[in-house]
């Protein structure tokens, strides 16, 4: 049992330097942005908001917001995924189980899903931490496109260019 620090030490930072190589923190305030730029435009009433880009690692966290109901895509992925409903709620078709505000939910490798916001919902924004890819499909499971870190990191700066923010204005999610 270690014996406890005293009192005068308990706000001292740690006192030796962290490794050269490590990257440094990512603090997205507010991640829910005012700026309407910053939300990078996926399809018609859907768009996302990059929070960690981690192309060293093959993962992005982001925002997604949807504006309309009905289906959204229809989906699949080969890593697990997390997320967390902040406003509204969805589900996915092949499920029972509706995801509302405060719902984490765990999507495990491999499954294919499809996702729906039913029509009561005016905007849903979930937090995603999607690894690997995202592989889009028809119902019978015939590709039909892909997202990856990669594509995402290229959505943003051609949208955030575009907007007047830069393409470089991406790089603060990016490691």
Same mark, same amino acid.
């Given at each position: 049992?270690?014996? !406890?620090?005293p009192a005068d030490s308990r706000m001292q930072?740690?006192?030796? !330097? ?8 990512? =603090?997205?305030?507010?991640? &829910?942005?005012?700026?309407?730029? &910053? ?6 009433? =859907? ?57 984490? =939910? ?23 931490? &999607?690894?690997? =890819? ?42």
């Amino acid at each position: 049992m270690s014996s !406890p620090m005293p009192a005068d030490s308990r706000m001292q930072p740690y006192q030796f !330097p962290n490794p050269k190589e490590a990257p440094l923190e990512i =603090v997205v305030n507010p991640a &829910i942005p005012e700026d309407e730029r &910053i939300w990078v435009p996926q399809a018609e009433n =859907v768009w996302f908001r990059p929070l960690c880009l981690n192309v060293s690692q093959g993962y992005w966290t982001n925002l997604l917001r949807v504006r309309k109901s009905g289906v959204l895509s229809r989906h699949r992925h080969p890593a697990p995924v997390h997320g967390m409903v902040l406003k509204g709620k969805w589900r996915y078709l092949e499920h029972d189980w509706i995801a509302e505000q405060g719902s984490y =939910v765990f999507e495990p490798p491999g499954e294919t899903h499809t996702l729906y916001v039913p029509e009561e919902v005016d905007e849903m924004i979930t937090y995603f931490h &999607i690894t690997g =890819v995202m592989f889009y499909c028809d119902p019978w499971g015939k590709f039909e496109g892909y997202e990856d870190v990669f594509t995402k990191l290229d959505m943003c700066r051609k949208h955030y260019e575009a907007v007047g923010l830069g393409s470089d204005y991406v790089d603060r999610f990016v490691r």
